[in-house]
Structure formats: structure tokens, C-alpha cells
């Protein structure tokens, strides 16, 4: 199951809609490039448990 969320880049500030799987797990981290500066984030996803509410956290990658 697919859901859209929202991250805010790192770098440039920019929100970034992406579409989060939940059936890759309730946790999540992976490197995804920002569709505005193409830099590359951090994002580590975690879903509700109750809601299934995805919640997105973006860093810096070196
Ligand atoms: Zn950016």
C-alpha cells in the first residue's frame, strides 16, 4: 500500500512529495534526491501504529 507524503530537504528547504510503502516495513530509511537541488537526503519514515500515519524525517548525506 502506497501513501504520499511530505519531506522537507535538508539542504535547500524545498518540500519533496514522495510515496512512502508501508509493506517495506513500520521503519524505514533510505536516500532519496530532492526533486528541487537533486542533493541527496536521509529520510527515515515511521508509520503510525494506530493511525498508519506516515511521519518523515529528512538529514543531511555526506
Ligand atoms: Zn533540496
Not at 528541487?36 to 500515519?53: G, Q, S
Request: charged fraction near 30%; hydrophobic fraction near 35%.
Amino acid at each position: 500500500m502506497e501513501t504520499v507524503a511530505k519531506f522537507i530537504c535538508a539542504f535547500c528547504s524545498e518540500e519533496n512529495v514522495i510515496e512512502v510503502d508501508i509493506s517495506a516495513g513500520m521503519y524505514q530509511e533510505y536516500i532519496e534526491d530532492c526533486q528541487v537541488c537533486c542533493r541527496p537526503n536521509k529520510i527515515k519514515v515511521y508509520f503510525d501504529e494506530e493511525t498508519l500515519t506516515p511521519h518523515l524525517e529528512a538529514e543531511y548525506e555526506e
